[in-house]
């Protein structure tokens, strides 16, 4: 397992770009729910991705200059998946990605 990004480096297109067609694993994957934050980790083999732009800040709620750019991973199997900014990536074979499927507790992180 090779970590790719860590959880203070910044998620960038190149980055994902790179790991296209690989399998990936998003052990640490935080996002703030309404009453506690989650981690939404996950893991497979990227064929895509998604990227936004949103020009808005919905806490002042005005239009804003300059994007907040965020990505969203397509598996191979069909499933999307939002990477927080403070997600972990780490690149991993397929033997072992076949491995955490066999003996990941679903759930735990």
């Not at 959880?7 to 640490?28: A, C, F, W």
Request: net charge negative; with cysteine.
């Amino acid at each position: 397992m090779l970590l790719i990004k860590e959880k203070s480096d910044r998620l960038t297109e190149e980055m994902l770009q790179n790991l296209m067609g690989n399998y990936i694993y998003v052990p640490h994957n935080p996002f703030k729910g309404q009453d506690e934050n989650i981690n939404l980790w996950f893991g497979g083999q990227l064929i895509g991705y998604e990227v936004c732009k949103l020009f808005y800040d919905f806490q002042s709620q005005e239009i804003v200059e300059e994007a907040d750019v965020t990505y969203s991973a397509i598996l191979s199997d069909g499933a999307g998946f939002a990477f927080s900014n403070e997600c972990e990536i780490h690149l991993v074979t397929e033997e072992e990605f076949t491995e955490l499927i066999l003996t990941k507790d679903v759930n735990s992180p």
